[in-house]
């Protein structure tokens, strides 16, 4: 049976930009703009770490840069990295 969905490793970092903006956020803001702009950086790397599971699970609409299926990683993260468009 093959496993779909995020792996551990995955999961862990999915929670770093989050953790950022958090931090971020307590910080006194220089600019209107600032929390805006980090949300924006937050939502693009949770859609790139998302990507990933999207490719394991249908590798033929969404292909690796080289346009050749990825290793099938195990729930800790051994999966190939996410090669991007």
């Known amino acids: ?8 490793a995955e999961q862990a970092v999915l929670k770093m930009p989050g953790e950022f903006f958090r931090a971020f956020e307590a910080l006194p803001q220089l600019h209107p703009a600032d929390l805006e702009e980090a949300a924006f950086h937050v939502h693009a790397l949770g859609r790139i770490v ?36």
């Not at 049976?1 to 551990?8: C, Y």
């Not at 609409?61 to 999966?79: F, Q, Y």
Request: aromatic share 4%.
């Open 1 to 8: 049976m093959t496993e779909f969905g995020l792996t551990d």
């Open 50 to 85: 998302g990507l990933r599971a999207a490719h394991r699970a249908h590798p033929d609409l969404v292909p690796n840069k080289s346009g050749r299926r990825s290793r099938r990683g195990s729930r800790g993260g051994s999966a190939t990295p996410w090669a991007g468009p």
